[in-house]
Structure formats: C-alpha cells, structure tokens
C-alpha cells in the first residue's frame, strides 16, 4: 500500500504530544497540530501534516520559539499590531485573528497586522476561524521569492496567498483559498518526493524556459500573467510593509537559507461583523441561495457539476473522516521514529 491512513483525531493527538515533548508550550502546540491536521482534512496535503517534520526541525534549529511572549498593541478602536515573537505560524496567526474577532466584536471590524512570525501554513485556518464565530474573516500572507516575476527572468514575490471565509445558512463556510500562483511550492516539492512530473503551465526553470521536470523548476507562474503578479505585490505591501518585516527577496527561505534564521514573516488579518451592513440571517440565507444556484448551473461534463469555492476541501473532510488521512510511506517512518523516541503511540487505520 503507498500511503497509511490515520483518523484526524488520531494524528492530531499525536502531532500535539510530540510537540509538547519537544517542550513546546500547550496553547501553541495545540494550535500547530490543529491547523496542520484540519489542512490535511480538507485535502490541502501540500500544507498539512507532511510539513510536521520541517517544523520541528526549525525548532530544534532554533528558528521558532515554542513559548512565545504575544505583545500586542491596539492602535485604534478596529486595528492592532501584533509581535509574534519568532513562534510557529500557526500560533502567531491564530492570536493575530482572535484579536481581530475581539476588536471586530467591539467596533464592528478588526484589523490585525503580525510580525516576527513565520510560516502559517494554508491560510483557510484562521479565515475560518472568524467565519466559525459568525464573522467574515480575511487572511494574507506573504513569502520568500518563488513567483516568477511578469516580464522577468527570476521570481521576486513569494506565492503570497489570500483568504476569505464566510458564514452561511445550512453547511461549513464558504472558503476561497488561493495562491497568487497558480500552484504552491510545496506541491512541486511533493512532486520531487513522489517522482511525478508536474504540468505544463506550473513553473519555469532558471532560464525561464516552461518545464515538466519538478527538479529543474525553480519558479512558479503567477495566476493570470500580470493580474497574479499585480495580486502578489498589493499583499506583499498589506503582510511586508504595513509590519515592517522584510520583503521580495529580502525575505528569509523557508527551506534553501539555514534552518536556524528567522523568517520574519508578516502576516494581515481582517474580521468584520456581517450585521453592521446587513440583517446575519438574511445574508446567511441568500449566500445560502447563491452557493445553490452556483452548482446548479449547466456543466459543460455531467460527470464533473460546477462547484463553488470550497467545495472540493469539504468533499475532502467528508471523506477522509471516514477512512483517514493519507500520509506517505516515508512520513510514516518519521511518525514511527518519533513514536519510538518519545513513547508516543500512533495508531493507523486497521484495513
């Protein structure tokens, strides 16, 4: 069998104790083992629980801090700055978007600007965060250079993502997640693990030539030429310049600069209050009817309906609730090592 399938619950239990042997304190550690499990639920692989490993190797490395002192600074009734203080990702955004929702509770809108962070991971995780409590929730975020500039002969700005999520009437929010590229990093990283070639169309080689390889890709191609790009900029200045933390090619790599730098990340969260614009039900019941007749429209294959932002993750954690999550051969044996190190039982699914 190639892959081995865990329960979310399962593999959440166990990304937590392995973090919390590492000495990594509870409330971050929980938020990491959370967003990465919830990531890989919904079929995000590239930015799931395969990154488990990286992670605790910038730990160790001292890159992040696993008991981060928050400093946070509210500088008007809807805005704030928050120092992440070189934590995990996912602990430093998560705190960013609670503070959001608390001032957006408060003044009808928050806006969070985080530094000294590092990678987050999928930005679905905090914008759902907002959306779970009855909020629209934005998130961005900006990376190491690794879009292929519009015009140019190397990659400037990073994939830099952008996120909205929105309650609605009768299932899980609506969630638009996306790359300012037309793929992320770390699928043509899971390409070179597995071997396979990548698609047309996904990335350039030094020489900005297309190819196929995944070895020989050294950067990715924006989303609609020159509008994909443009995007990358607009979220580069709202995560770089609005923390003060580097940008473009400043930025630290994640993988190809030494494991003990800081990243320097920021990221730009936003909550707002849906019934200061309009009636919450109302607005929940006619998203409700525009999602509906969205997936009603004619499909150009019977076979494959017209979907709406989302729909293919909550496909994804329907089904992979009930048979587990897929983890790699080689992911497995490092689950077993750290199993066997720090008598931490894993349990896969018996098939």
């Not at 190797?57 to 696993?66: S, T, Y």
């Not at 730009?268 to 997936?295: G, H, P, W, Y």
């Not at 048979?323 to 066997?340: A, C, H, M």
Request: proline residues 6%.
């Amino acid at each position: 069998m190639k892959n081995i399938y865990i329960y979310p619950d399962e593999l959440e239990r166990f990304a937590l104790a392995v973090l919390e042997a590492h000495g990594v304190r509870a409330d971050v550690a929980h938020c990491v083992a959370e967003g990465l499990v919830q990531t890989s639920l919904r079929g995000v692989d590239s930015h799931g629980i395969r990154l488990f490993p990286h992670y605790l190797e910038a730990l160790k490395a001292g890159r992040l801090n696993p008991d981060p002192a928050y400093g946070f600074e509210k500088t008007a009734a809807a805005t704030g700055r928050l120092d992440g203080d070189h934590t995990f990702g996912h602990a430093a955004g998560s705190e960013g978007m609670k503070r959001a929702v608390q001032l957006a509770k408060e003044a009808g809108a928050g806006i969070v600007a985080v530094y000294n962070s590092s990678h987050f991971g999928a930005a679905a995780y905090y914008a759902l965060q907002a959306a779970q409590q009855g909020l629209m929730g934005f998130s961005f975020t900006h990376a190491d250079s690794l879009m292929h500039s519009f015009g140019g002969t190397r990659p400037y700005f990073g994939t830099n993502p952008i996120c909205m999520a929105v309650p609605c009437e009768d299932e899980e929010p609506f969630c638009l997640d996306m790359a300012t590229s037309r793929v992320t990093w770390n699928k043509v990283l899971q390409r070179r693990e597995t071997g396979e070639s990548v698609p047309m169309g996904w990335g350039v080689d030094e020489q900005g030539q297309e190819t196929t390889d995944p070895n020989l890709v050294s950067s990715l191609q924006p989303i609609g030429e020159y509008k994909g790009y443009g995007m990358a900029m607009m979220i580069e200045i709202l995560c770089a310049l609005l923390t003060g933390m580097p940008f473009g090619r400043h930025i630290c790599r994640m993988y190809a600069d030494p494991i003990e730098q800081k990243r320097l990340l920021g990221h730009f969260f936003m909550a707002m209050r849906i019934d200061c614009f309009v009636n919450e039900k109302e607005f929940k019941s006619r998203l409700q009817q525009l999602m509906t007749e969205v997936r009603n429209e004619p499909a150009a294959e019977p076979e494959q309906p017209v979907m709406v932002p989302g729909d293919p993750e909550k496909q994804a954690a329907a089904e992979r609730s009930r048979t587990g999550i897929p983890v790699s051969r080689s992911l497995w044996e490092k689950f077993q090592d750290y199993s066997n190190r720090f008598d931490i039982n894993i349990q896969p699914v018996e098939r």
